[in-house]
């Protein structure tokens, strides 16, 4: 890192302090107030499609001009790859196999194969505009036509009635199926004349099993995450909202001939979306975390682009600085060499996106998120995103391809970082340290019960981490999560209370929160996260200064039963062979935790089975923990990092 006078400071707000409400619903409304009303939304849709600024299939030169020789190159010998593919056959067993065993990769791995493939053939045929590929094209779209559901198995319970398999009286519109209707409704736009001339009943079957799926699905039905229902302090609107809407939204504009339905649509989807845009905290950190980001500040990008663009331009909100917010936030969530913030269900490890980030920087017109896609395709190169089958967002990569490969830009972290309504901060020094630390409370969307709670690194190198969370199963969304060790706050760096781990709820949360990032300085109280520990108090203070990380803990136990303890988690396995102090390994480098001499060590190695968590962390990490030799009902534990 460079010096420490380079370093800036993140106010995300003017608020220094913040005893703010990590729950705040705020009742905004951002795009129904640019809006007005849905007649005001009949009057400007565009009906005639000529929001597609994309060529027409038989566009030769378009198409060349669009994508340049190296692209077109690259989706032709893609698609080549798929001449011969077998199109994979999902069997009621695979959906099944979510019920009876919680596997969800039987069903998906082959649904999400086909997708991909649909997609990437319909970009090589508008790349080379021989033929070649439309059979092909045709048989993923007979197929896909003769499913019953474009939803995944874990989300079928969202059936009415429920069911255990697809049922054709119910369509489900979830993340997938939406993901399903979009792409194959741009097949529908680009092809259609095509498909006509081998049979128009393939255009006939698409048109109408999107109807069905799609359209009406979406009409008919207000669906959990369309938050139709009046906000209650601990509900949740996550990604999902943008998400499916951005889908949607797609879906008509591409689709709906009738005016007055297009624009019943599209300003039922502005109703939507604004919920989900209330729920947002105006500081823009996504508490989901930073690699849901993409899914999240990112849809709200693509949904908002297709609303601009789908009104002529007349319905934009890029000026808003909750918009710009959350955008941003990704920029400062990077620690570097891949590693991100992470907490909850987030994965430490984050390539980027670098054309979607570099989009969304020319939206809200911020250098930071353009400087910041520019150093990330640096480092990692700039593929244009093929394998989720998400055809706008792979058309939109493209449009910004040859900007994005002009420059390159640098990027450090900030010296601090304050969300004060999320209650997330980071701190880093010009020594090589970094630290995350986070408020909030325990019914955050894809929570952990982890109020209070840190990581560390040094030189971009994970020491004390978050472990994150393993492959996802039925148990991961179901009355079970907390039995999952990795959704514990005893496998997070917090303190069990008088034998007492943190529980989950909404209730749950962290009071007097306070951070001056100037001081780099972050202090909540966390002992409400304990019920059952007669916590009247538990003060967890962090505070940065050159080359030291502090972390203290006062409080008041009124009736002590149990030693208390302190956990870190670690990346490496400690050294706790000098008194006092333990050696923590950070990739090459070592730091030193000191701790109190009343707590007495234990380290824990726990083998990493989970191939989504091995994948990062390797084989195996380990928990340090730190026993009080005594019962007591208030005292203060000091411990302090720095380097070896």
Same mark, same amino acid.
């Given at each position: 890192?460079?010096?420490?006078?380079?370093?800036?400071?993140?106010?995300?707000?003017?608020?220094?302090?913040?005893?703010?409400?990590?729950?705040?619903?705020?009742?905004?409304?951002?795009?129904?107030?640019?809006?007005?009303?849905?007649?005001?939304?009949?009057?400007?849709?565009?009906?005639?499609?000529?929001?597609?600024?994309?060529?027409?299939?038989?566009?030769?030169?378009?198409?060349?001009?669009?994508?340049?020789?190296?692209?077109?190159?690259?989706?032709?010998?893609?698609?080549?790859?798929?001449?011969?593919?077998?199109?994979?056959?999902?069997?009621?067993?695979?959906?099944?196999?979510?019920?009876?065993?919680?596997?969800?990769?039987?069903?998906?791995?082959?649904?999400?194969?086909?997708?991909?493939? /649909?997609?990437?053939?319909?970009?090589?045929?508008?790349?080379?505009?021989?033929? !070649?590929?439309?059979?092909?094209?045709?048989?993923?779209?007979?197929?896909?036509?003769?499913?019953?559901?474009?939803?995944?198995?874990?989300?079928?319970? +969202?059936?009415?009635?429920?069911?255990?398999?697809?049922?054709?009286?119910?369509?489900?519109?979830?993340?997938?199926?939406?993901?399903?209707?979009?792409?194959?409704? @741009?097949?529908?736009?680009?092809?259609?004349?095509?498909?006509?001339?081998?049979?128009?009943?393939?255009?006939?079957?698409?048109?109408?099993?999107?109807?069905?799926?799609?359209?009406?699905?979406?009409?008919?039905?207000?669906?959990? @995450?369309?938050?139709?229902?009046?906000?209650?302090?601990?509900?949740?609107?996550?990604?999902?909202?943008?998400?499916?809407?951005?889908?949607? =939204?797609?879906?008509?504009?591409?689709?709906?001939?009738?005016?007055?339905?297009?624009?019943?649509?599209?300003?039922?989807?502005?109703?939507?979306?604004?919920?989900? =845009?209330?729920?947002?905290?105006?500081?823009?950190?996504?508490?989901?975390?930073?690699?849901?980001?993409?899914?999240?500040?990112?849809?709200?990008?693509?949904?908002?682009?297709?609303?601009?663009?789908?009104?002529?331009?007349?319905?934009?909100?890029?000026?808003?600085?909750?918009?710009?917010?959350?955008?941003?936030?990704?920029?400062?969530?990077?620690?570097?060499?891949?590693?991100?913030?992470?907490?909850?269900?987030?994965?430490?490890?984050?390539?980027?996106?670098?054309?979607?980030?570099? !989009?969304?920087?020319?939206?809200?017109?911020?250098?930071?998120?353009?400087?910041?896609?520019?150093?990330?395709?640096?480092?990692?190169?700039?593929?244009?995103?093929?394998?989720?089958?998400?055809?706008?967002?792979?058309?939109?990569?493209?449009?910004?391809?040859?900007? /994005?490969?002009?420059?390159?830009?640098?990027? $450090?972290?900030?010296?601090?970082?304050?969300?004060? $309504?999320?209650?997330?901060?980071?701190?880093?020094?010009? #020594?090589?340290?970094?630290?995350?630390?986070?408020?909030?409370?325990?019914?955050?969307?894809?929570?952990?019960?982890?109020?209070?709670?840190?990581?560390?690194?040094?030189?971009?190198?994970?020491?004390?981490?978050?472990?994150?969370?393993?492959?996802? #199963?039925?148990?991961?969304?179901?009355?079970?999560?907390?039995?999952?060790?990795?959704?514990?706050?005893?496998?997070?760096?917090?303190?069990?209370?008088?034998?007492?781990?943190?529980?989950?709820?909404?209730?749950?949360?962290?009071?007097?929160?306070?951070?001056?990032?100037?001081?780099? !300085?972050?202090?909540?109280?966390?002992?409400?996260?304990?019920?059952?520990?007669?916590?009247?108090? @538990?003060?967890? #203070?962090?505070?940065?200064?050159?080359?030291?990380?502090?972390?203290?803990?006062?409080?008041?136990?009124?009736?002590?039963?149990?030693?208390?303890?302190?956990?870190?988690?670690?990346?490496? !396995?400690?050294?706790?062979?000098?008194?006092?102090?333990?050696?923590?390994?950070?990739?090459?480098?070592?730091?030193?935790?000191? +701790?109190?001499?009343?707590?007495?060590?234990?380290?824990?190695?726990?083998?990493?089975?989970?191939?989504?968590?091995?994948?990062? @962390?390797?084989?195996?990490?380990?928990?340090?923990?730190?026993?009080?030799?005594?019962?007591?009902?208030?005292?203060?534990?000091?411990?302090?990092?720095?380097?070896?």
């Amino acid at each position: 890192m460079s010096s420490f006078s380079r370093i800036k400071y993140f106010f995300c707000l003017v608020l220094l302090c913040a005893g703010l409400s990590a729950g705040a619903y705020t009742e905004r409304n951002i795009i129904g107030r640019k809006a007005v009303s849905m007649e005001n939304i009949r009057e400007c849709v565009v009906t005639d499609r000529s929001w597609v600024t994309y060529p027409e299939y038989g566009d030769r030169s378009g198409w060349n001009e669009f994508l340049g020789d190296s692209l077109r190159n690259v989706l032709v010998r893609e698609g080549e790859k798929l001449l011969d593919y077998d199109w994979h056959l999902i069997k009621a067993t695979d959906y099944l196999e979510y019920v009876r065993s919680g596997n969800i990769s039987v069903m998906e791995t082959p649904y999400f194969e086909n997708r991909r493939n /649909i997609n990437i053939l319909m970009l090589a045929e508008l790349a080379e505009g021989k033929g !070649r590929f439309i059979d092909q094209l045709v048989n993923g779209v007979f197929y896909s036509c003769e499913m019953t559901t474009w939803a995944v198995s874990a989300h079928l319970k +969202y059936q009415k009635p429920k069911c255990i398999l697809p049922d054709y009286r119910h369509p489900v519109f979830d993340l997938a199926a939406g993901d399903y209707a979009s792409m194959l409704s @741009w097949v529908y736009w680009f092809f259609r004349e095509e498909f006509d001339r081998i049979d128009p009943v393939i255009s006939l079957r698409l048109r109408d099993v999107l109807q069905e799926r799609a359209l009406d699905a979406y009409m008919e039905n207000d669906e959990w @995450w369309m938050a139709k229902k009046e906000y209650e302090p601990g509900d949740v609107i996550n990604n999902w909202n943008p998400w499916c809407n951005s889908n949607a =939204l797609q879906c008509f504009l591409l689709l709906e001939d009738d005016p007055d339905i297009l624009a019943e649509a599209v300003w039922k989807s502005i109703l939507s979306v604004d919920k989900f =845009l209330n729920f947002v905290h105006s500081d823009g950190a996504c508490e989901e975390g930073s690699t849901y980001w993409t899914h999240a500040a990112g849809k709200v990008l693509d949904y908002l682009q297709l609303l601009e663009a789908g009104t002529a331009g007349r319905i934009s909100v890029f000026d808003e600085p909750l918009i710009r917010n959350m955008g941003e936030y990704i920029c400062r969530t990077y620690i570097g060499g891949g590693w991100v913030v992470n907490f909850a269900d987030a994965s430490p490890r984050y390539g980027g996106e670098p054309h979607l980030i570099y !989009r969304y920087g020319k939206a809200v017109d911020s250098r930071e998120l353009k400087d910041f896609a520019e150093y990330l395709r640096t480092i990692n190169g700039a593929v244009i995103p093929l394998d989720r089958g998400d055809t706008y967002r792979t058309l939109q990569a493209i449009s910004v391809d040859r900007e /994005i490969r002009t420059s390159s830009a640098g990027h $450090e972290p900030a010296g601090a970082v304050w969300y004060p $309504e999320t209650q997330v901060c980071y701190f880093a020094d010009s #020594t090589g340290m970094f630290a995350a630390m986070k408020g909030g409370h325990n019914n955050e969307s894809h929570n952990h019960n982890d109020i209070g709670s840190f990581i560390l690194y040094l030189d971009s190198k994970p020491a004390f981490i978050d472990v994150g969370v393993g492959t996802y #199963t039925r148990q991961t969304f179901s009355s079970e999560r907390y039995s999952i060790w990795t959704m514990q706050s005893s496998y997070h760096s917090v303190p069990e209370i008088n034998g007492k781990a943190q529980k989950p709820g909404y209730e749950y949360r962290a009071e007097d929160v306070s951070c001056s990032p100037g001081k780099r !300085r972050f202090s909540l109280d966390i002992a409400g996260a304990y019920p059952g520990a007669s916590a009247d108090r @538990w003060t967890r #203070t962090y505070s940065m200064k050159e080359g030291k990380f502090t972390i203290e803990d006062s409080f008041t136990v009124e009736n002590p039963e149990q030693p208390n303890r302190i956990v870190f988690m670690l990346a490496g !396995r400690p050294d706790i062979s000098s008194k006092e102090k333990a050696g923590i390994a950070a990739g090459d480098g070592r730091l030193v935790l000191e +701790y109190p001499s009343e707590m007495k060590p234990i380290v824990e190695e726990i083998p990493l089975e989970d191939p989504k968590l091995s994948k990062v @962390w390797g084989s195996k990490i380990y928990r340090l923990v730190l026993t009080d030799s005594k019962l007591r009902k208030n005292g203060t534990y000091r411990f302090s990092i720095h380097r070896f």
